[in-house]
């Protein structure tokens, strides 16, 4: 019988493998981790294994899709609420946004007042801000559901993001009609800043 060693890594405890979207946050002196230190007796045999073979190496995780989700209502201070999240490629939008508890539905997230991803209701609107290249062409259904509705425009149940191997960004604004802010989108040239965005309220 051999020992039964728990090794605690900093991969371990470390946030998804996209950094770029991490928000900065900080804990108060009042907010401490502790860890307490137990005995663990092993009960059964656990074949040896190469020490090369246990080190994990984060390069090694697969590849992923960094999102960002922009909420319909502004926070207090007027910033737009945005919620970080990342997943593999391949799957359909609105399986991602439901799988990460992000608002997809709105009024109609109720049952009976969806149709549950086949594309027939339309409710799944959402804008895609950044990213498109990493989204299927629009859908016969997309085409006839939102002919009058910006390009920019999906419904998430006929929206694929990448293949399982894509890695990339993609940014969305969640229940575009609700929105309580306008997008500027500027030509490529004309300024070297990210999309802009205004409260209706200074408008």
Same mark, same amino acid.
Request: aromatic content about 8%; overall charge negative; glycine content about 8%.
């Given at each position: 019988?051999? &020992? ?6 900093? %991969?371990?405890? =470390?946030?998804?493998?996209? !950094? +770029?979207? #991490? ?51 502004? &926070? ?6 945005? %919620?970080?999240? =990342?997943?593999?490629?391949? !799957? +359909?939008? #609105? ?109």
């Amino acid at each position: 019988m051999s &020992l039964l060693q728990l090794q605690l890594t900093s %991969h371990a405890f =470390s946030s998804v493998s996209f !950094q +770029k979207f #991490r928000p900065s946050t900080s804990l108060s002196p009042s907010k401490r981790l502790c860890f307490v230190r137990t005995k663990i007796r092993a009960v059964s045999t656990v074949p040896e294994k190469d020490s090369e073979s246990e080190t994990t190496d984060p390069d090694d995780d697969p590849p992923c899709v960094g999102f960002a989700f922009v909420g319909s209502v502004l &926070l207090p201070d007027g910033t737009p609420d945005i %919620h970080f999240r =990342s997943a593999c490629g391949g !799957q +359909k939008l #609105r399986d991602i946004m439901l799988d990460s508890n992000i608002e997809l539905y709105g009024p109609y997230s109720r049952p009976l007042l969806n149709c549950g991803g086949a594309g027939f209701c339309g409710t799944c609107v959402v804008e895609v801000l950044e990213g498109m290249e990493l989204l299927n062409p629009r859908t016969d259904i997309e085409i006839e559901k939102l002919k009058k509705k910006p390009k920019n425009w999906r419904l998430a149940c006929q929206t694929t993001v990448g293949k399982p191997d894509s890695t990339g960004v993609v940014a969305i604004q969640q229940l575009p009609e609700w929105k309580g802010h306008e997008w500027k989108y500027e030509k490529p040239g004309e300024s070297d800043s990210e999309t802009e965005w205004e409260s209706d309220s200074e408008s």
